[in-house]
């Protein structure tokens, strides 16, 4: 077989290329040397996660590090709600986008996730894995919840390219997904290929609204997702589908960004066709940018490096598709151009979106002694364990958290004996030993008030209801205040 073509025939330029795709992670709070070494042979950038993240100053002093090597793409996941890096380690002052959806102000999404860019961009982000586009039309949604706007794909619609404005007018470019939609799957892709059961015209109708939105307003990238749908893509996830990301998405879209794929190391790709397989595939497919997540190593990335190289020399993959992601990603890089810092958001716009959001029914007495129960929630991949809850707001109160455990209600209601009681849940609707747990509650308490921090769509009989569409730190403190904090 003939080796690659001329125009890429030095192997530095071929390395330069391959490594030009990767998004890499790392441990630390500091730039390690292998990654700054690679930054200079042409690496991507870089995907940050919680654990490299100590505040905003800290992380500002990281990206400049990174910025001395190379021009990275630098870009994390900061949808606001449930899922924040900037605050990881105490919770999000911005509502998620299940809470912007239920008070459905496009403005007021458009400020929020100008606020998030400004952020962003203070500590030098220039890449936004967000806004979440899909529509969740599985109650039991493993993965999305209440990280979609809704289920309306007209309200998703509208407050995608309200998300997209947002960022980008900081000079945060925004990377809407997860294509061509992970709203109506029960699986969770960091686990197996999640299956959208859906015929082409109702994908059209209902998952690619709001991402054929956000392409005509301007988004500079879209995220794949591990998805398989079988009308479009066959047995294979959306990420290695030429289908999905060519023929759909790039012809029939008319997408003409960066496409960055969901981390690789998600089982729905290791699993199957592995960390190398799935980057020759997906880039081959149509992807442009490929994101790892935290588990890689050093070696793994060389190996992945490696691959894609012995793929281009085999004919296998193109050096003209990599060329061709080369040049979309520098076109990327010159539209966000130098850090741009400025005045960070403060957050108090989230509050103010969190205030709106929050919804009561029902009334209960005034609080007397507060016993507040935080019923346990795993948590999810995607989310991670950002803490959730009242006890920074109902500081008068006794607030335990508990284990939705049968056995402890009765333990539970002697200690409430005379007192008020506030039972916190989240995504009550996914966790049936909660139902359980609340039920048990409210047969004896009635005069309870319940708390839904995750999607109010199991509703139990309570003197009070309350719900606060996500669990960021926004949230509950809109919903303690509500309580009377």
Aim: charged share 20%; net charge negative.
């Amino acid at each position: 077989m003939a080796d690659y073509p001329a125009r890429a025939d030095d192997d530095r330029e071929l390395y330069r290329l391959a490594a030009g795709t990767l998004l890499v992670a790392f441990q630390g709070t500091t730039a390690p040397g292998w990654v700054l070494r690679e930054l200079e042979r042409g690496l991507g950038g870089v995907t940050l996660f919680g654990f490299n993240v100590a505040g905003h100053e800290k992380l500002a002093e990281l990206t400049a590090a990174l910025r001395t090597a190379g021009e990275p793409v630098v870009s994390l996941d900061e949808e606001g709600g449930d899922v924040t890096r900037l605050a990881y380690h105490e919770g999000s002052p911005y509502p998620g986008n299940a809470a912007l959806g239920a008070v459905d102000d496009v403005e007021l999404t458009r400020e929020v996730y100008r606020s998030i860019g400004e952020e962003l961009a203070a500590c030098g982000v220039n890449l936004d894995m967000a806004p979440d586009a899909d529509v969740n039309t599985a109650d039991d949604n493993p993965v999305i919840g209440t990280r979609a706007f809704g289920s309306d794909p007209a309200l998703v619609a509208r407050h995608t390219v309200a998300a997209v404005a947002g960022l980008q007018s900081v000079g945060v470019a925004a990377c809407v997904k997860h294509f061509p939609g992970h709203g109506a799957t029960r699986q969770d892709s960091h686990l197996e290929v999640p299956l959208v059961d859906a015929d082409l015209e109702l994908l059209h109708e209902r998952e690619l609204a709001p991402f054929r939105a956000a392409i005509e307003a301007g988004t500079r990238s879209v995220m794949t997702a591990h998805v398989r749908v079988p009308a479009l893509t066959g047995d294979a996830p959306a990420t290695l589908s030429p289908a999905a990301l060519t023929e759909l998405l790039r012809g029939e879209l008319g997408f003409d960004g960066v496409v960055i794929t969901d981390a690789l190391d998600m089982h729905a790709i290791t699993k199957s066709v592995g960390l190398v397989g799935g980057a020759v595939r997906s880039l081959a497919a149509g992807s442009d940018l490929l994101c790892l997540g935290p588990l890689p190593t050093y070696d793994d990335i060389q190996a992945i490096i490696a691959g894609i190289v012995a793929a281009a020399r085999r004919g296998e993959l193109p050096v003209s598709r990599l060329e061709e992601a080369a040049a979309r990603v520098a076109k990327l890089r010159a539209w966000m151009g130098e850090p741009r810092p400025g005045e960070a958001g403060n957050g108090v716009i989230g509050l103010t979106a969190a205030r709106r959001a929050v919804s009561r029914y029902g009334s209960a007495a005034p609080l007397v002694d507060p016993l507040v129960l935080e019923v346990e929630t795993p948590p999810t991949i995607a989310v991670g364990t950002v803490p959730w809850g009242f006890a920074p707001w109902l500081r008068e109160a006794e607030v335990l958290r508990v284990a939705p455990d049968a056995g402890q209600v009765a333990p539970m209601l002697e200690r409430a004996a005379g007192r008020s009681l506030v039972i916190v849940v989240k995504d009550a609707h996914r966790h049936e030993e909660t139902r359980a747990y609340v039920t048990a509650l409210l047969a004896v308490r009635p005069d309870a008030t319940v708390v839904e921090m995750g999607l109010p769509i199991w509703r139990p009989e309570a003197a009070a209801y309350i719900a606060t569409y996500g669990a960021a730190r926004a949230n509950a403190q809109a919903a303690a205040e509500l309580l009377g904090a």
